[in-house]
């Protein structure tokens, strides 16, 4: 009676269709080999990843014949020396613990290789295609690297901060404004503690730190709070700009107004120091642009021809202090 050993053959069959499936459908490649190297397993996907010709890979191969095959043979891979690399291999396929590396070809394929050693001494081999995540990963780190070098050479100095006030971006051009330490300013950071560092050294002015930082803080709190111009200790002025996130956060921009300052106090001081000078001779001066409109004028002007109140202004035409002279007779009847 050989029934329940047709009903055990069946089953195992039936398993056996079922894993050939499996294996068959799922994208990695996938290989194990025994504890003596010999290939017992292995599906189309691996056989599709490395393009082996039609019959080259059989059971019982070595794993040292199918690397010679893709290395020496095939020239797969990168590499002076492929002969020293399949022996290297194959000895570090004797070690017991799990590895994971990845491998470029030479047609720019990625290739990830997971290995993970079995009870009986053998090991499991699963590899997979991961030319586009590295591709991905390498655009994302040059754009990365591109925008850091870009917002570091910029003349504004930039911090971002989420609703949490954790700093999420901050650049180079910042640091040098507030002359923050990197151990302070940093993504990661509260921007918090910036307020803090800089109350404790004084930038607010004489006070408790613990006051200043919290009444400085408020400000940044306050929706409202979009802009602000702080004269620095280093004798810098700096315009914050700050603008909402989406998300609850703000960016800040800080620019180095210092230049544009001082430009605008000595011109203060020449317009001053000129109509001083104006004001100061004994004869009436007018100024008009090319338009015959007045750009400039002296009180000894007005007090000369006895001009009403506010009748001289800039911007007046010139022919409208002719008629006004016409009208008072000035030029006979």
């Known amino acids: 009676d050989i029934t329940e050993i047709k009903r055990t053959e069946e089953e195992i069959e039936r398993k056996s269709a079922l894993l050939a499936a499996t294996l068959n459908v799922i994208d990695q490649g996938l290989v194990i080999y025994d504890r ?18 039609p019959g080259v890979v059989t059971l019982g191969m070595t794993y040292e014949q199918i690397l010679t095959f893709l290395l020496v043979e095939q020239g797969v891979y990168l590499g002076d020396d492929l002969r020293r690399e399949v022996l290297r291999r194959v000895e570090a396929a004797r070690d017991r613990k799990p590895r994971k590396t990845v491998h470029r070809r030479r047609n720019g394929v990625c290739i990830s290789v997971n290995r993970v050693p079995l009870p009986d001494g053998g090991f499991v081999l699963t590899f997979a295609d991961i030319t586009a995540e590295i591709n991905a990963a390498e655009e994302i780190r040059k754009t990365s690297t591109l925008l850091k070098a870009t917002q570091d050479n910029m003349l504004q100095g930039i911090c ?5 006030f954790t700093i999420v971006n901050i650049n180079r051009r910042y640091l040098e404004l507030y002359e923050l330490p990197e151990d302070v300013a940093h993504i990661g950071a509260s921007f918090r503690g910036i307020v803090a560092f800089r109350a404790r050294r004084g930038d607010y002015g004489p006070g408790d730190p613990n006051d200043l930082t919290r009444k400085r803080f408020a400000r940044h709190e306050t929706p409202e709070m979009r802009q602000y111009e702080q004269r620095l200790p280093s004798n810098r002025t700096v315009l914050m700009l700050r603008n909402p996130l989406a998300d609850g956060g703000y960016v800040i921009t800080a620019t180095d107004v210092t230049g544009q300052r001082e430009a605008e106090q000595e011109i203060q001081r020449q317009a001053a120091l000129l109509r001083s ?40 035409r010139r022919e409208d202090v002719i008629r006004y002279h016409a009208e008072q007779g000035e030029y006979g009847s």
């Open 36 to 53: 003596d190297q010999r290939l017992q397993l292995f599906n189309e996907a691996y056989l599709r990843l490395f393009a082996f010709p």
């Open 277 to 316: 000078t104006f004001d100061a001779v004994t004869q009436g001066i007018t100024v008009y642009d090319r338009d015959l409109r007045l750009t400039a004028y002296n009180t000894r002007y007005i007090d000369m021809y006895g001009f009403p109140p506010g009748f001289i202004h800039t911007g007046l």
């Open 160 to 164: 971002v901060y989420d609703k949490d």
